[in-house]
């Protein structure tokens, strides 16, 4: 697959970086809001757009995380369509079925928002801190994790009843592969910091493989068909590259910075967002080397490949 574009959320200055080809355009979403005219009162001086999703045609949504709000842009004519309150401190957006899934880490719950009319149709309570949401559209379940309570909440589409998978560490990011699950995890010991890379039964959620590995890892991405992990180490400021096979492969790409959000071309480009130095670095998977490093907005978060 083929992307054209690529969007960037730049949390801290409130901003939205177009990259496509060589030209690099901010979008500004405070000049938005005012260029809408709409009397919108934010709940405080900023916005804190954190993640991004692609909607049903071609429209986007943001996840403003200090304003507790959801954007949608037309994203062709850089104009604001919409805005709408969810949950505090909503940090995570996916979308399935005309439905937009949000994980709203401070107030413990999910908003399901209807993408057709863009309008809140609940809010469900889950675990302590959800900050991630990941979607089994083979099996219609939406798995939500909760990182303060060692849980990942499972919501049926079919029932709409919700399960709880109970883990021993606290999970940060979770990736599906057909019907593998495999999780990041913060391994709170109390002394150091330690994270967990597990794959999980899709029958009973037992575990099947666990890594730990010393530092503060933000997020990851598994490579299709292959045993091949790549994490990023926000403390560190190393990509760790992990193969398993017979034995466990491990080696280490200096980034620098505090790499944080890392996205998969699905080919051989890894996009991968720098909160510390402000910029989004392109990795060459097939040689381990680094294409380019873009300086993008303040604080650049969320990753969206168009």
């Known amino acids: 697959m083929t992307y054209h574009k690529i969007l960037i959320a730049n949390t801290g200055e409130d901003s939205l970086t177009i990259i496509d080809e060589s030209i690099y355009k901010t979008i500004f979403l405070s000049k938005l809001i005012e260029e809408k005219g709409d009397n919108w009162i934010s709940e405080g001086n900023r916005l804190g757009p954190y993640d991004i999703e692609i909607g049903e045609k071609d429209d986007v949504y943001i996840a403003n995380s200090y304003d507790n709000s959801i954007m949608k842009i037309d994203l062709q004519n850089i104009k604001l369509l919409g805005i709408i309150k969810v949950g505090k401190n909503p940090t995570c957006i996916k979308k399935f079925r005309n ?57 049926n589409l079919d029932t709409e009843k919700i399960s709880s998978i109970i883990l021993g560490n606290q ?46 890892f933000g997020d990851f991405v ?12 926000m403390e560190d400021g190393y990509i760790y590259k992990i193969f398993i096979g017979e034995e466990v492969s491990i080696s280490k790409i200096y980034l620098g910075g505090m790499p944080n959000n890392i996205k998969w071309d699905k080919q051989t480009k890894l996009y991968i967002a720098n909160i510390l130095d402000n910029k989004l670095t392109i990795l060459d998977k097939s040689n381990n080397q680094i294409i380019d490093n873009i300086r993008v907005g303040k604080e650049p978060n969320g990753i969206l490949l168009l």
Do not use: H
């Open 222 to 233: 598994k490579i299709k068909g292959e045993e091949l992990f790549y994490l990023s180490n």
């Open 99 to 155: 439905k937009i899934y949000v994980a709203n880490s401070d107030s413990n719950s999910i908003s399901i928002i209807d993408e057709n009319t863009f309008s809140l149709i609940e809010n469900i309570s889950v675990g302590e801190k959800p900050t991630d949401i990941q979607i089994d559209e083979e099996g219609l379940k939406i798995f939500i994790l909760n990182g303060n309570c060692y849980t990942i909440n499972v919501l």
């Open 171 to 216: 999970p940060v990011k979770m990736v599906i592969e057909d019907k593998r699950l495999f999780v990041l995890s913060y391994v709170n010991n109390g002394i150091s910091n330690y994270s967990n890379l597990s794959e999980l039964k899709a029958e009973d959620y037992g575990t099947i493989m666990s890594i730990d590995l010393k530092g503060i």
